[in-house]
């Protein structure tokens, strides 16, 4: 999607992201300056034994988990694609992002380096929408 391993071919599979063009430090600072909740990034440097960049040594970050309860995967995605592509926009292919986002309106925000706040504000009302219809098929309250 985006060029990136996300260290498929490592013993932490799902746990790195990164790409041999990605400066680990920079990146990690980036990304723990936006004070996510219940998640850190560390710095790493992994060669993947799978992937895209198999055998190639890839600068990325680690995502420690603090406290699942806390944690927003949505956000955190969100803000590895807008620090990814505003650090790297040469290499980074955001626009292949939409096929996964479904919202144009989204990937345009990333693109404009919206900030996470004004970008979760933009789903509000169809957030809302949507709990109100799948509140009937909930089975587990």
Not at 40 to 57: A, H, L, M
Request: aromatic share 8%.
């Amino acid at each position: 999607m985006m060029a990136l391993s996300v260290g498929r071919g490592t013993g932490t599979p799902f746990e790195l992201v990164g790409a041999p063009y990605i400066d680990d430090l920079a990146l990690a600072g980036e990304l723990n300056k936006v004070h996510l909740r219940g998640v850190r990034f560390v710095p790493i440097r992994f060669t993947p034994t799978d992937s895209k960049y198999k055998g190639q040594q890839c600068g990325g970050v680690s995502i420690l988990l603090i406290d699942r309860d806390r944690c927003d995967v949505v956000d955190i995605g969100i803000s590895i694609a807008k620090i990814l592509y505003r650090l790297y926009p040469q290499q980074v292919e955001v626009d292949k992002v939409d096929r996964l986002l479904g919202h144009k309106a989204t990937l345009d925000a990333i693109k404009a380096d919206k900030s996470l706040g004004e970008i979760n504000r933009s789903w509000s009302a169809g957030l809302d929408q949507f709990k109100q219809r799948r509140a009937k098929y909930l089975i587990y309250k």
